[in-house]
């Protein structure tokens, strides 16, 4: 169950920074 909910992390995460990404612009190196 636990593997499952780690891949969708991995999968959304890409996802989750680049739309927070935009506003946390400045903090990405």
Same mark, same amino acid.
């Given at each position: 169950?636990?593997? /499952? #909910?780690?891949?969708l #992390? =991995? %999968? =959304?995460?890409? +996802? %989750? +920074?680049?739309l /927070?990404?935009?506003? +946390? &612009?400045? &903090? *990405? *190196?």
């Amino acid at each position: 169950m636990f593997g /499952r #909910a780690i891949v969708l #992390a =991995l %999968y =959304l995460s890409p +996802i %989750y +920074i680049h739309l /927070r990404g935009k506003h +946390i &612009n400045k &903090n *990405t *190196t």
